[in-house]
């Protein structure tokens, strides 16, 4: 696979998780929720899959937070309490 096509699955899929993760939280049955929690998981391993690949072929990008940034955020949230 090339990188677009991965790119553009990868979107999709993340896409796919959305409408699942909401399925799930909005689920009036445990039948329902049950299914849409099993569709999350499988896409959810899918996602990783590519995600994996994409990394090791050099094509995924993340950066690395500052540790002040992290210290920033974390701080902010512990006065909220």
């Not at 696979?1 to 445990?30: F, N, P, Q, R, W």
Request: some cysteine; hydrophobic content about 35%.
């Amino acid at each position: 696979m090339d990188k677009e096509l991965m790119e553009k699955h990868l979107l999709i899929v993340k896409g796919v998780c959305d409408l699942y993760l909401h399925g799930t939280i909005e689920s009036t049955t445990a039948e329902v929720h049950s299914a849409f929690k099993d569709a999350l998981n499988k896409s959810l391993d899918i996602q990783n899959k590519l995600y994996n690949l994409m990394s090791e072929k050099g094509w995924y990008h993340t950066d690395t937070a500052e540790q002040t940034k992290i210290e920033t955020v974390k701080q902010k949230f512990s006065n909220s309490n």
